[in-house]
């Protein structure tokens, strides 16, 4: 007996393994079988991956497991899947100067109305799908509604997609809400939140949606919930013990009857807060404050005595509010709150349940449930459930019939009370299972669920997306475990791998749409920079030497309207230049009265005296007139002083040494200009070698040294002067950038102006690279002949090139629309020609083409960014806000630099001659 005493633990432990094989090479069902790969394939090989270390045998070693959310002590007992769930850092993307990789893509897949920053993600992830083997999976639309013939008169996404073509057209003043229910693959918000940004992005944003009143959970993420006190009591339709006849599709109920309760909710940019709640016959208020002041109170007790009912509070929240915060007092019971922007846009719910399934969903007390969809008034509900019954199924918890009926029964609740609302189905993802062995194998039962939904779908008149086919198949679960993507259960994609599916979903939504109407403007609107690595291949040779230490000065012309003009898109693009290949100075500055515009950059002006500033666009002269790089020139009357400072403030740097050049006219029998360079008045000019007899461009250089300089031209007393403007530059290796931009321009005003002194002063610009950005006001003029439009711009380009034998890159106009009487917008009246146009003029010159209005993302971004938070589209739909052209501009930066990153890599960098 001692000697079994002492060796019994090592007794059970050979009896357990030996039972454990024993049943494992029975004839019994996979089911009982602990065991079940050696079953599969050569003994000796399993029992050997059975008894050593996957280190010793030559596998590979599983990746540690991640963080783990569990629901909380009163949850029902769940299936692995549910209790894994990681919250990754988000990436906060690239930095504006850094590029992204390209990446081809097919045309059609739904990546054409992203905006340039968002579309540079996409293609990061459409990269990851191919890598992974997943696929681009249309959404089976079915059919809603048939007519008599048995014809299909209405898809099972036409509500849904109706109602975005209305905002698209801005005939729609309320939001295209949609809810989405699921399970823990929801409750992360990894997939949902990629698919709600980017249809906030296409159609506008119409706020946050649903969230919970704190997080359900104990742990998680917060992206849709308050941040409450610790004295909530919380049941979950999940748990055991559900709130029975209580709790509707928002599926948990939060109680405060120990004692008031308070929680918080980010609410910038919200007008219209809604609560959910439990109208009851015991007495309950709920104090709203904004930004820590008393807003409103409501009032929870309900009409009935002996009844309790969903019950719902509408408040608006003032203009400017940055915080919400609910505080109970007495018998409260909530179910969510919902924020919205008050204008139209995309609203995208989402209640996701740790263990949510269909009959989960089906516990919900019925009125509930119709009143709380009711109320959120969705145009698509979607049902991502599926992946819990196939747990279940494959543990022989459930049967294939079951999960039929109650698809079926979640299904027609949704149609039954929210009719005139679209309704897609998706099939459950892949997943694995691993044997005790430690081999990882696909999970039974998933495809046969996704083929029970398919079907069920199809009845219903439901859309039915595939995400088990997106997702790869049977086997993808394993094959994104080893890439990174899936945590060590097998069933929770990590944050990446949520990103692909959400990225999948949101593109088979947007290929729905453009399917289901044509286009507003029938162009060609192609995103990214267009053949840089022939038309930019100097300039990029030149970046590249530069780059590798050579003591170079590329620089950059830019020209055209207002866009340019403003200084806020060139300020950004010079800043990222200019930090990674050098700063050589802040280049031309127009002559003008003081601009706030410039101050950002360190550059002031200002005017003493009279002074009339001359406008090429605006005051309409013959052609030929003589005008500055920018179309104007400033003239003062006798006496008059103006002054232009540059590097105002900045460090001192005496060593630094450089040149300021000043434009101005020379004109027959008018004496010179005074002129004084930081503080010092210079010499007289010396008389020209002939004497003047018509007004003559003439630009003076003067060496300088230090970083901060003045100049300053003053009247004779007996005369007039006509300045053009100034520039500086450093003597160091670096960009210069110069801004040449006139509100108002289009290419046939540059087209106007003397050739020979606009060809004279871009030259002595010396740009490498000169980027014409018109198009803008052109689109807004009736009646463009575009033929016309062509011939000029082309001419032009010519003509500028061959002055200054620089690359060329032509910029597409933004998205410009027109309001009528009635408020609607639509694009204006040229837009498309210009569209068609300038795309083939830049590739006929051999210029870089990048789209502008297709890097905003596409038909009607100017309406999305007027309305975004902040406004990046000006009211005026025509130009943008400081944000907006920031924005683009850091856009343009991360494509110019992504398309230079690649020339370095296409080959050896050629020798060119410098400026």
Known sequence: MDFLKARSTGLTLILTVALALGLSLAPVPDALRPLPSLQRGPLPEKLVALVLPTSLSGGRATRPPGEVMTAGAGAAKRPPEETGEVEEPADAGALVAEPLPAVPTTPGIGLEELSAPTLARAKDLEALRERMGSQHVDIELNCRKAGPDGSCLEDGLAPYTRALAELREDARRTPVRVVHLGDSLVASDHITDLVRDRLQERFGAGGKGFLFITRPASAGRWTRSGRGSDGWEIERLVDSKWPRDRVGWTGVAFSSEKGSQSTRYDVEGSRVAELFFLAQPASGTVQFSVDGKPLQRIHTRGFSKNKSEAAFARVTLPQGAKSLTLTTSGKVELHGMTLESGTPGVVYDTVGLLGGMAEVYLRAQPAAFRAQLRQRKPSLVVMMVGGNEAF??????????????????????????????????????????????????????????????????????????????????????????????????????????????????????????????????????????????????????????????????????????????????????????????????????????????????????????????????????????????????????????????????????????????????????????????????????????????????????????????????????????????????????????????????????????????????????????????????????????????????????????????????????????????NGRWSEAPSLASVLNTLPQVAKDAGCAYWSTRAAMGGERSMLRWQRAQPALGHADGVHLTPEGYARLAGAFSRELLTAYEAHKKAGPTSRVEDN
């Open 392 to 821: 279940f199924y494959s543990r022989d918890r459930t049967t294939l019939d079951e999960v039929r009926a109650q698809i079926k029964e979640l299904m027609s609740r949704v149609r039954t009370n929210v009719p005139n609302a679209a309704c897609l189905l998706m099939a459950p993802i892949d997943a694995g299972v691993r044997t005790m062995s430690g081999e990882v194998v696909s999970r039974r039962g998933t495809r046969e669920i996704g083929d029970i939904y398919r079907e069920e779908a199809r009845e219903a008149g439901c859309a039915f997306w595939d995400a088990y086919a997106a997702m790869g198949g049977e086997g993808s679960a394993m094959r994104w475990l080893e890439e990174g993507l899936m945590l060590d259960d097998l069933v929770h994609p990590r944050a990446r791998g949520s990103d692909l599916l959400g990225h999948l979903f949101d593109l088979s939504l947007q290929r729905a749409f453009a399917k289901s109407r044509a286009p507003l403007v029938a162009v060609a609107d192609p995103t990214g920079l267009q053949n840089a690595d022939t038309a930019l291949a100097r300039t990029f040779d030149k970046l590249k030497r530069r780059e590798s230490g050579e003591a170079l000065r590329v620089g950059v012309a830019q020209l055209g309207g207002s866009h340019t003009a403003s200084h806020y898109f060139t300020d950004v693009v010079r800043e990222v230049l200019t930090k990674r290949f050098g700063d050589a100075g802040r280049g031309f500055i127009a002559a003008g009265k003081a601009s706030p515009r410039l101050e950002p950059a360190g550059v002031t002006r200002a005017l003493e005296g009279d002074w009339t500033i001359e406008d090429a666009a605006k005051d309409a002269p013959p052609p030929g007139g003589l005008w500055g790089l920018t179309g104007i020139r400033a003239v003062g009357g006798p006496g008059a002083k103006l002054r232009i400072q540059f590097c105002k403030d900045c460090p001192e740097a005496k060593e630094a040494s450089g040149r300021l050049d000043l434009y101005a006219l020379d004109v027959p029998d008018v004496r010179a200009p005074d002129i004084a360079v930081d503080g010092e008045l210079l010499p007289p000019d010396a008389p020209p070698p002939e004497p003047l007899t018509e007004p003559t461009v003439r630009i003076r250089s003067f060496p300088v040294t230090g970083s901060s300089h003045t100049v300053e031209v003053t009247a004779p007393k007996d005369g007039n002067v006509t300045v053009l403007g100034a520039s500086l530059e450093y003597d160091t290796p670096g960009v210069v950038y110069d801004a040449l931009g006139l509100p108002g321009a289009t290419a046939s005003t540059l087209g106007a102006m003397d050739a020979a002194a606009v060809d004279a002063q871009l030259a002595s610009r010396r740009p490498d690279l000169l980027v014409f950005w018109y198009g803008t006001n052109e689109a807004g003029r009736s009646g463009l002949d575009a033929s016309a439009l062509r011939r000029d711009y082309a001419a032009m380009l010519t003509r500028l090139r061959k002055a200054t034998d620089a690359e060329c890159l032509v910029m597409g106009p933004t998205d410009r629309l027109t309001q009528d009487a």
